[in-house]
């Protein structure tokens, strides 16, 4: 009778590898569905709650749509924004200025304007421009239905490094390190105390659009991929045309029109396909890149000024012979992590998405014997004359052009 007692692997006597526990692990990580169930049941509400996305969804017509209550949200939370932002941080200004350091001083007051920058500056562009994040999220909406006929044929890897960013960052380390703050430097003052929770509800309304930013790379890189697939296998059906068994110079002259007309169709749709994604994904970038210069800028600022702000912390504790304040350090050293980290999240994605744009045009020129027709010849070349002509490279305010590709590899 076979035992079950003992399967676990051996390895030189040494030590034993259990590979069911491996197994029972992998299997309790998020799957396809629940990654895409969390990020749009999860995600998108607390940004509608937010009004970084003042948008309801039909998932009955699959659309997005405005109503006149998230309007008036939105303009309830620009105001209430501009009343509270101010007090708050003149309040904590006045209590966490450093007299005797000038540059803490100085670091501090940009830091905290750029803040409130960055928050007004999103908020009003996203009300502002209402009618086309409308347009373009429906556009995104409609090709997401048009290339995938459901989540498990999307990619599974950009989703869950997506689900695995929220989940690390938004989730808990960044309540963590704001709670950490509290004991270790708010103390039990109520007036700071509510100042600083006014703090962490603007800096979360900046984490939020972060996610919102890279949720497009997100969308486009999807979108990108089911491209690129529909590509190759077109190219893959021309390339075993020539094989031993189809013999592509013994068809006859009708079938092989029939054959060049049907994959000329499917690259012409497929260049519009590349293009719609394209213009969509540029459009939600050029609306949205004023906030995220100030926010891109914040996050550089912020790792900066916490690398200073704990040195000089340091310093003038040793000098006055108190002890250091670990705690305080430690939330300081987090929210350096959250933004360091939310920068190459968002370097990584844009990156990846323009690997995936401009890899369209490799896959279209792969080689195949068979000659083809002048029409499905045509097709495949004004295919990528088109996209040699144009450049997938994300461009901020029409300023400068990021590399995003250059940014991840460094």
Not at 318 to 339: E, H, K, R, T
Request: with cysteine.
């Amino acid at each position: 009778m076979l035992s079950l007692d003992n399967f676990s692997v051996e390895t030189y006597g040494m030590y034993r590898i259990d590979y069911t526990l491996m197994y029972s692990f992998a299997r309790a990580m998020p799957s396809k569905r629940t990654t895409v169930l969390v990020i749009w049941k999860i995600l998108l509400p607390t940004m509608q709650f937010f009004c970084i996305v003042p948008l309801e969804y039909d998932s009955g017509g699959k659309r997005f749509y405005r109503t006149r209550w998230r309007q008036l949200r939105i303009a309830a939370h620009i105001s209430s924004a501009l009343l509270l932002i101010p007090f708050a941080y003149y309040a904590l200004l006045e209590s966490f200025m450093i007299p005797e350091s000038p540059l803490s001083n100085f670091l501090l007051i940009n830091e905290m304007g750029l803040t409130f920058l960055a928050l007004m500056v999103t908020l009003g562009v996203i009300a502002g421009h209402l009618d086309e994040i409308e347009c373009c999220f429906n556009g995104l909406a409609k090709l997401l239905t048009k290339c995938f006929k459901s989540f498990h044929d999307m990619d599974g890897r950009v989703l869950k490094s997506f689900f695995s960013k929220i989940t690390l960052l938004d989730v808990i380390v960044f309540p963590f390190t704001f709670a950490l703050f509290i004991p270790f430097t708010v103390g039990q003052n109520k007036l700071l105390m509510a100042c600083w929770l006014v703090n962490t509800w603007s800096i979360l309304q900046m984490l939020l659009f972060c996610n919102l930013f890279q949720s497009i790379a997100i969308v486009g890189t999807l979108l990108y991929k089911a491209v690129n697939l529909q590509i190759h296998n077109c190219i893959d059906q021309l390339s075993h045309l020539d094989n031993h068994e189809t013999r592509w110079h013994h068809f006859d002259r009708g079938l092989k029109l029939t054959i060049c007309k049907r994959l000329a169709n499917e690259i012409d749709h497929i260049c519009r396909l590349h293009r719609a994604i394209t213009r969509l994904v540029q459009k939600l970038v050029q609306i949205l890149s004023p906030p995220m210069i100030f926010v891109t800028t914040y996050q550089c600022l912020i790792i900066l000024a916490e690398v200073y702000f704990e040195y000089t912390s340091a310093v003038k504790d040793l000098g006055a012979g108190l002890p250091l304040n670990y705690g305080q350090w430690l939330s300081s050293f987090l929210f350096m992590v959250i933004n360091g980290l939310q920068f190459y999240f968002t370097a990584s994605v844009y990156a990846r998405m323009t690997e995936e744009a401009e890899k369209s045009a490799i896959l279209l020129n792969e080689f195949f014997l068979c000659d083809v027709d002048f029409r499905l010849d045509l097709s495949i070349e004004l295919f990528t004359v088109e996209m040699l002509h144009h450049n997938y490279k994300i461009d901020i305010c029409g300023l400068y052009t990021v590399d995003f590709t250059m940014v991840n590899s460094v």
